[in-house]
């Protein structure tokens, strides 16, 4: 007769899988931690690199949404300023390339790309690949260092502000315009009637005191490398090329983008003896349909383009 076998309790599995489970969370707060420990030491492990901003775009407070047709937008100077501030607390972050392609903007929107330009705790450079115009120019200024293409347009240092006089065109179309104001200059500016010798004494004062802002923002910061006198006959609006604006002292260097990413990593301490050896970290500036813009951005925009006079620097 056989020996009666006794059945063993069967083990409880809630041991094991609480056991698997508290291993797996442990796990998973090592990696995070891990992470962080790598991303911090990214620099010293790998090399600070060189953030390459485009500004290849107009300067304006209200940026321009993307077509509806595809392709993409520009963000307005706040975001756009925002972006290069953000930069100062990327630690991986060695200096800071700012590549113009822009025919300026609007006098604010430059003002506001400006003081985030030159509030920058990083080594900045600028390079002017095909336009770098007036509040371009304006922007550039702020940069510790120029590179300019030798055929790049820049100058157009000065300040405008448009008006159109329609009051011929309304007249032979019998419109007739009734304007009810609280002083006689309360529409100076609009289309429907002639300006007064008055009124454009009065807007002229206003572009005078913009002009001789923008011109000693130039003076403040490019100092002994300007060529004084020279600085004096092209303030007029011309525009100029890189070569001409190197004779006046405008630009540092005559090259192209590796000579600018170049002279930002060695400002950095970044060791390379070509581009290539330099890592690049690209700044996006564009916007998406999923971006920071919608159909009301655009048409806020575009309202706020024939809303009325601004001065710009064109």
Same mark, same amino acid.
């Given at each position: 007769?056989?020996?009666?076998? !006794?059945?063993?309790?069967?083990?409880?599995?809630?041991?094991?899988?609480?056991?698997?489970?508290?291993?797996?969370? /442990?796990?998973?707060?090592?990696?995070?931690?891990?992470?962080?420990?790598?991303?911090?030491?990214s620099?010293?492990? @790998?090399?600070?690199?060189?953030?390459?901003?485009? @500004?290849?775009?107009?300067?304006?407070?209200?940026?321009?949404?993307?077509s509806?047709?595809?392709?993409?937008?520009?963000?307005?100077?706040?975001?756009?300023?925002? /972006?290069?501030?953000d930069?100062?607390? !990327?630690?991986?972050?060695?200096?800071?390339?700012?590549?113009?392609?822009?025919?300026?903007?609007?006098?604010?929107?430059?003002?506001?790309?400006?003081t985030?330009?030159?509030?920058?705790?990083?080594?900045?450079? =600028?390079?002017?690949?095909?336009?770098?115009?007036?509040?371009?120019?304006?922007?550039?200024?702020?940069?510790?260092?120029?590179?300019?293409?030798?055929?790049?347009?820049?100058?157009?240092?000065?300040?405008?502000?448009? #008006?159109?006089d329609?009051?011929?065109?309304?007249?032979?179309?019998?419109?007739?315009?009734?304007?009810?104001k609280?002083?006689?200059?309360?529409?100076?500016?609009?289309?429907? !009637?002639?300006?007064t010798?008055?009124?454009?004494?009065?807007?002229?004062?206003?572009?005078?005191?913009?002009?001789?802002? #923008?011109? =000693?923002?130039?003076?403040?910061?490019?100092?002994? !490398?300007?060529?004084?006198?020279?600085?004096?006959?092209?303030?007029?609006?011309? /525009?100029? =090329?890189?070569?001409?604006?190197?004779?006046v002292?405008?630009?540092?260097?005559?090259?192209?983008?590796?000579?600018?990413?170049?002279?930002?990593?060695s400002? +950095?301490?970044?060791?390379?003896?070509?581009?290539?050896?330099?890592?690049?970290?690209?700044?996006?500036?564009?916007?998406?349909?999923?971006?920071?813009?919608? @159909?009301?951005?655009?048409?806020?925009?575009?309202? +706020?383009?024939?809303?009325?006079?601004?001065?710009?620097?064109?």
């Open positions: 007769m056989q020996p009666e076998l !006794r059945k063993r309790p069967a083990r409880s599995n809630v041991g094991l899988i609480a056991g698997t489970g508290l291993l797996l969370v /442990i796990a998973f707060i090592l990696l995070i931690g891990l992470f962080f420990l790598l991303s911090a030491l620099p010293s492990l @790998i090399g600070k690199c060189v953030a390459v901003v485009d @500004i290849s775009m107009p300067l304006s407070i209200e940026g321009s949404a993307p509806v047709f595809g392709g993409y937008g520009y963000p307005g100077s706040e975001e756009l300023a925002l /972006i290069i501030e930069l100062d607390r !990327r630690e991986d972050v060695g200096a800071v390339l700012l590549v113009f392609n822009s025919p300026g903007g609007s006098v604010v929107a430059t003002r506001e790309v400006y985030a330009v030159k509030g920058l705790n990083k080594p900045t450079v =600028s390079y002017f690949r095909e336009v770098a115009a007036s509040g371009a120019y304006y922007v550039a200024s702020g940069t510790d260092y120029i590179v300019s293409d030798p055929d790049a347009l820049t100058g157009s240092i000065g300040v405008i502000a448009t #008006f159109t329609l009051s011929g065109l309304l007249e032979k179309l019998g419109v007739n315009v009734t304007a009810i609280s002083g006689p200059h309360k529409d100076i500016g609009a289309s429907y !009637r002639n300006m010798e008055n009124e454009t004494m009065i807007l002229q004062a206003l572009i005078n005191e913009v002009y001789e802002e #923008f011109k =000693s923002v130039i003076l403040q910061n490019r100092g002994d !490398r300007l060529d004084h006198s020279k600085f004096a006959e092209i303030t007029d609006g011309r /525009i100029m =090329s890189g070569r001409q604006a190197y004779k002292g405008l630009v540092d260097q005559l090259g192209n983008k590796k000579d600018a990413v170049l002279k930002a990593a400002l +950095a301490g970044i060791e390379a003896e070509t581009s290539d050896q330099v890592r690049i970290c690209p700044i996006p500036t564009t916007v998406s349909d999923s971006g920071l813009f919608s @159909i009301e951005s655009l048409v806020s925009g575009i309202l +706020a383009r024939h809303s009325g006079a601004s001065l710009d620097f064109k």
